[in-house]
């Protein structure tokens, strides 16, 4: 770990604890999405597989436009909404995820695509929710570009959520989720090679994948926004061909 991490990880450390989480927080934290966004890394708003993929294979479709909601709830301890999906599904059966999914024509922008699949998949009142800006966008070797737009719910949500989609939806603390220290790199071998995800447990839960990456992509925009220093990327490993 360079000296560089260790400093403004340190930072984070020192001062998460005294951190006041609050609507004004949060959109002075989105005004810095743009110069993460520009910093000339890629990697850390990708789950590792998607530039090598397509440096290997041009022959691969273009990248599917989706959304997802990153939804602050305002309580004492301001949570993140995710949604844990049925074991059913064809796709990500069983994970845990934001609420969002694939940008439909009738949608104005992503901000759209985010708050109709939120209601959708969730039954929280699209309407009540305060559209604060989005993460740097988001991509994955399974073919997404994903947009993370960050909501903000001032009451507490009431949950309906779709049996044919969603198990439970639940909350966690933003302040848990932002902290380093709480943030993973795991690999495993899948499809005869070496993977390498990013992973944030929490209790007994386990968000990995995307959803995690974007939420390391989150935390570096907070310390960005609160003059921490900067996080070195965390590099991916590529895929072992």
Do not use: C
């Not at 006041?20 to 927080?25: A, E």
């Not at 109709?116 to 966008?137: K, M, N, Y």
């Not at 309906?160 to 198990?167: G, H, K, L, M, R």
């Not at 966690?172 to 993973?184: A, C, G, K, S, T």
């Amino acid at each position: 770990m360079s000296s560089k991490y260790s400093d403004a990880s340190a930072s984070i450390e020192r001062s998460l604890p005294q951190l006041p989480i609050t609507r004004g927080r949060a959109l002075n934290w989105l005004a810095s999405s743009a110069a993460v966004a520009a910093s000339g890394d890629e990697r850390f708003a990708d789950d590792g597989e998607t530039l090598d993929l397509r440096t290997r294979d041009q022959r691969l479709k273009p990248l599917k436009p989706a959304a997802v909601l990153l939804l602050v709830v305002e309580r004492d301890e301001p949570t993140i909404v995710f949604t844990q999906r049925t074991a059913h599904l064809t796709d990500h059966a069983g994970q845990i995820s934001f609420p969002g999914g694939r940008v439909e024509e009738s949608d104005a922008n992503a901000a759209a695509t985010a708050l109709r699949e939120a209601q959708e998949e969730t039954g929280v009142d699209a309407s009540q929710v305060e559209v604060l800006g989005h993460l740097p966008q988001y991509t994955t070797g399974t073919g997404y570009h994903i947009t993370p737009v960050v909501g903000w719910l001032a009451s507490p949500p009431v949950y309906q959520p779709d049996a044919s989609e969603v198990s439970e939806v639940f909350e966690v603390p933003v302040r848990f989720l932002i902290d380093p220290r709480n943030q993973r790199r795991e690999a495993a071998m899948y499809r005869g090679r070496m993977r390498e995800y990013y992973a944030i447990p929490f209790e007994h839960r386990y968000i990995w994948g995307a959803t995690a990456g974007m939420l390391i992509t989150f935390s570096r925009v907070v310390s960005h926004a609160e003059g921490w220093g900067t996080l070195d990327p965390v590099q991916m490993a590529l895929d072992s061909a």
